[in-house]
C-alpha cells in the first residue's frame, strides 16, 4: 500500500509514528530529538514495548528513508542501512547545526594530542585534514566482535577524532598512539560514511596499503601484539571509572 508522501511534507511526529508502525506491524512509542548525535535509537522494554528516537531531520525525509527507518526498526538490513547513510551524509550541515559541540580534551596526564595531530598534519596530509582530536570514550566499542576495544574512532558528522583514554597511560609506546591518530586522520582524508549502528569497519584494502605508509609501523604493531592484554584490561579500568 502506497504512503503518501511528497506533498504531505515535512510529516507530523504522529503521522511519522503511523508509518513506523504499519511498516513494522508492531506498536511503537516515537519519539522525536532534536540535539542529538545519534540520529536513530532503539529501546526494547522487558513488557514488550518499544521505544524509537528519531531525529528531527527524518521529518521531511522522503518516504523511502522512513520506510527503510521501518526496517530498520524490524531489523537492520544492508539495504536499509545504505538508505539511511545516503540521507543522513547529506543531513551532516543540519545536525551539526541542532547539535551543541562536544567539548575538546586534548590534553591527558601524560599525552597532548594536539602536537601529534599537528606533526602527522604536516608529515603525511599537506595540513588537509579538517577536523577536531580529543580523547573520549569510543561509543559501541565493547560490543565490537573482533576487537575488544576500539582505540580511536573518527566522527564525520562532528568532523572529530576521539581517542579512547587509555592510550594515556604512562606506559604505552608512543609510536603506538601516533599510528592511532594517523589511522583516525586516514578515515578523515578518505571520508567515511556515518555510521548508524557503530557496528561496520571501513577498512577496504586500500586503507590497509596507506596505513603502512606510517614510518613506525612495524614498530606500533608490533608493541601492540605484545601488549594487547595489558591495554585491554587497562582500558577496563579506565572506562569503569569514567
Ligand atoms: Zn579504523
Not at 50 to 63: M, S, T
Not at 138 to 161: M, N
Amino acid at each position: 500500500m502506497p504512503v503518501p508522501g511528497g506533498a504531505n511534507l515535512p510529516y507530523s511526529a504522529a503521522k511519522l509514528k503511523q508509518i513506523l508502525e504499519e511498516r513494522v506491524s508492531a506498536p511503537l512509542e516515537v519519539v522525536i530529538v532534536k540535539n542529538a548525535w545519534t540520529v536513530l535509537r532503539q529501546t526494547r522494554f522487558k513488557d514488550g514495548r518499544r521505544r524509537v528516537r528519531v531525529h528531527e531531520i527524518f521529518l521531511d525525509a522522503p518516504i523511502d528513508v522512513l520506510l527503510a527507518i521501518g526496517d530498520w526498526v524490524r531489523k537492520p538490513t544492508k539495504a536499509a542501512n545504505l538508505v539511511l547513510d545516503t540521507y543522513v551524509l547529506g543531513c551532516h550541515d543540519r545536525i551539526r547545526a541542532l547539535t551543541p559541540p562536544t567539548p575538546i580534551r586534548t590534553r591527558g596526564k601524560n599525552i597532548d594530542l594536539a602536537p601529534i595531530f599537528l606533526k602527522l598534519q604536516k608529515q603525511y596530509f599537506e595540513k588537509t585534514i579538517d577536523c577536531n582530536i580529543t580523547f573520549g570514550d569510543a561509543p559501541g566499542a565493547s560490543r565490537r566482535g573482533r576487537r575488544a576495544i576500539q582505540y580511536g574512532v573518527y566522527d564525520s558528522v562532528k568532523k572529530l577524532i576521539r581517542i579512547h583514554p587509555v592510550l594515556d597511560e604512562p606506559w604505552i609506546s608512543r609510536a603506538f598512539v601516533e599510528f592511532i591518530v594517523f589511522h583516525e586522520m586516514l578515515h578523515a582524508a578518505l571520508g567515511v560514511e556515518i555510521d548508524l549502528d557503530g557496528r561496520r569497519a571501513h577498512h577496504p584494502p586500500r586503507f590497509r596499503a596507506l596505513e603502512r605508509a606510517f614510518d613506525r609501523y612495524e614498530e606500533a604493531r608490533k608493541w601492540e601484539d605484545v601488549n594487547f592484554n595489558k591495554i585491554l584490561r587497562a582500558a577496563r579500568e579506565v572506562t569503569q571509572i569514567r
